[in-house]
């Protein structure tokens, strides 16, 4: 479904991206996983399109990103930090997003705005929310336009603990749907559940790309976090 092929990005000196290579299916949860500066950010903003790398390239279903930005209306993303119009409610946030993408009702998938209960709090505006609040908007809205694709950013950093339970049990029911799922997180034991494979990203490269059960074999473990400390230990 997103192919990258050989993606290298550089800021100055800093090379973010080096000559990165992946093939990531629909029906796939990716966990893509590395210490801070490896490259992660780089490469999210990449798949969106808001980075060009400045050698290779990315596909999305066979069709080079560069030449069809309409790919993008079948991701939701959601930002580590989603930022908002200070002066707008949650209600007035969401109604404009629903007339930007021009979806009918019908169309759009509302259950996080009802399961987070924001339609009761529609008329709060966004710079009285707490930090936890404004994850649940970011993560309505990444769900609310059923997109292909799902790529989620930290999703449950400042989340309380019912709302996490929630969010990944929906996570869970978009990856049975047949959907792509990329998830970045440093909790690895809120991630066991979820995903199938794991990205493991190191000084803008791809050490790894590979099943969740295979690292598992290889290892003897079972949960992730000891998978994953398993491998790091040895590289």
Request: glycine share 6%; net charge positive.
């Amino acid at each position: 479904m997103i192919i990258a092929s050989n993606v290298s990005k550089k800021f100055g000196r800093l090379k973010a991206l080096d000559n990165v290579s992946v093939k990531l299916l629909r029906g796939e949860c990716v966990a893509l996983i590395g210490p801070n500066g490896s490259g992660k950010t780089t490469f999210i903003k990449s798949l969106l399109g808001m980075v060009v790398p400045d050698n290779g390239f990315i596909t999305f279903n066979e069709k080079n990103i560069l030449h069809d930005w309409n790919y993008r209306s079948r991701i939701g993303y959601m930002p580590q930090i989603g930022r908002y119009p200070d002066n707008m409610s949650i209600g007035q946030v969401l109604s404009m997003m629903k007339d930007i993408r021009k979806m009918k009702s019908s169309e759009t998938d509302d259950e996080l705005i009802e399961a987070f209960e924001l339609n009761k709090m529609a008329h709060k505006r966004m710079r009285t929310l707490s930090g936890g609040t404004r994850q649940k908007v970011s993560a309505s809205l990444a769900f609310l336009f059923n997109p292909d694709v799902l790529i989620l950013d930290e999703p449950t950093a400042g989340l309380d603990p019912v709302a996490a339970e929630i969010l990944k049990q929906k996570i869970i029911r978009e990856k049975q749907k047949n959907k792509l799922i990329m998830i970045t997180s440093h909790v690895l034991s809120e991630l066991d559940e979820m995903v199938t494979e794991v990205m493991y990203m190191q000084d803008g490269q791809c050490r790894f790309h590979k099943k969740v059960d295979v690292l598992r074999a290889e290892t003897s473990e079972d949960r992730l976090t000891r998978v994953m400390a398993s491998i790091i230990s040895k590289m």
